[in-house]
């Protein structure tokens, strides 16, 4: 098992740089080396140093994964090649005749997982709006096996309780799995406020560069761990060590990126809130925002994330989404440079004609951390290009 190390009482950004990192032991490099090995020689059958094959483990897999159970408060972390082969694996724990209560507001892949593939063996997928702790009460019954939170969502942005789902379950056998990954373990550390399991896409902003794909699970129970651990190894979804490495290097920075992402996003979406072009803004910082107070209350910040409707439709939305400059038209998020992109057609197309589908005016903004005027100026011409009737202000 992965422990955290001795680095748990140390500040975030202490940790970030240090935990599950420390010097090599032969030659006394500071940066953890990028082990580019299939195999390891044993010593005897059956008797090696921790290591046999490059799938079932690698030092530079365990040192990530020291890393980030530390960063999220976990007893371990297990490390995946993607954000969806770290689902997929948690999907092993499930048997015929389960029900996973899944947001009604989940990234379109999410969706696509557990409808459209885990769904085939018998297993039982609900949307439900688990902003709403009546809604999860009335939906649960003795066969749920997980309740899968994201907050903030993807890609309304909007603020599940983790603390109150937690009691709602607590005395059902159910798994409270978080999705962490729009807010990051810098913002948020959802198993200190009650959770079971924490996933991440660890190619978003744990990375933060936009040049590694990756997942992760953490938490706290060995059993589970060790469940996990067997499928990691069984179905072999594992990064590669230089996946390994670009991510721990990335992770180095996340909490000054992280305060960089968010105050820039909270400037974009207040100038959004201005235009007479933007229909709504959805961003967890505003204090209009319907989950702001509990945002305030588990999260440290609000992160980079910001979408809006636009008045004029879908023809609105993609003219703008065509017409930024500094902001890429791309999937993904999380990384150094700000990204625009339309959900209902490019990340959340699998959901539509569900309780998740997404308006077809809405526009998610991954707010990267260049300038702050540069990105205001550029959503401003943007707005100017693509809704002539509305000039931004």
């Known amino acids: 098992m992965t422990e955290s190390g001795s ?8 940790r970030a740089i240090h935990a599950g990192q420390e010097a090599d032991p032969t030659t006394g490099a500071v940066i953890t080396p990028i082990y580019q090995t299939s195999t390891f020689v044993q010593e005897a059958v059956g008797v090696h140093k921790g290591y046999e094959y490059g799938r079932t483990d690698n030092p530079t897999r365990s040192a990530l994964q020291g890393l980030v159970a530390s960063l999220e408060e976990g007893q371990w972390a297990l490390a995946y090649a993607s954000g969806l082969a770290a689902s997929q694996n ?5 048997a015929p005749g389960d029900h996973v209560m899944l947001s009604d507001d989940a990234y379109g892949g999410t969706y696509r997982l557990f409808a459209k593939i885990v769904g085939r063996y018998g297993i039982e997928i609900e949307q439900v709006d688990l902003t709403d702790l009546d809604a999860i009460r009335a939906a649960l019954r003795p066969s749920t096996k997980f309740v899968w939170v994201e907050t903030p969502t993807n890609p309304y942005l909007k603020i599940v309780d983790i603390a109150g789902v937690a009691g709602v379950v607590a005395d059902h ?6 999705d962490n990954t729009f807010a990051s373990p810098y913002l948020q550390r959802p ?3 009650g959770a079971d399991l924490v996933i991440h896409s660890t190619t978003k902003y744990l990375g933060g560069h936009s040049d590694v794909v990756g997942g992760m699970v953490i938490g ?5 761990h060790d469940d996990l651990k067997f499928h990691q190894n069984a179905a072999g979804a594992v990064p590669g060590p230089f996946d390994c490495w670009l991510t721990m290097r990335g992770i180095k920075t996340l909490g000054v990126r992280m305060d960089r992402h968010g105050s820039n996003a909270m400037a974009v979406a207040r100038f959004l809130q201005e235009q007479e072009a933007v229909e709504r803004v959805y961003y967890p910082g505003l204090p209009d ?4 107070e509990i945002a305030a209350r588990q999260m440290s910040g609000f992160s980079g994330m910001v979408s809006f409707t636009l008045r ?5 939305a993609a003219a703008v989404a065509a017409s930024t400059r500094v902001f890429a038209l791309a999937e993904s998020l999380g990384g150094v440079e700000s990204l625009i992109e339309h959900p209902g057609v490019m990340t959340h197309a699998s959901v539509a004609g569900t309780k998740g589908e997404v308006e077809p005016n809405l526009l998610r903004l991954s707010v990267g951390i260049e300038g702050e005027r540069d ?14 009737a509305a000039v931004a202000r």
Do not use: K, M
């Not at 680095?7 to 202490?14: E, L, N, P, S, V």
């Not at 056998?173 to 978080?178: D, H, I, K, N």
């Open 312 to 316: 004029g439709g879908y023809e609105a």
């Open 173 to 178: 056998p159910a798994l409270l799995v978080v």
């Open 7 to 14: 680095w748990r009482d140390a500040a975030f950004d202490t």
């Open 90 to 94: 948690l999907s092993y724990l499930l």
């Open 191 to 193: 198993l200190t406020l």
């Open 375 to 388: 990105l205001v100026d550029d959503l401003r011409q943007a707005l100017r290009a693509a809704v002539p």
């Open 289 to 292: 925002h319907p989950g702001h």
């Open 220 to 224: 706290n129970d060995a059993a589970i």
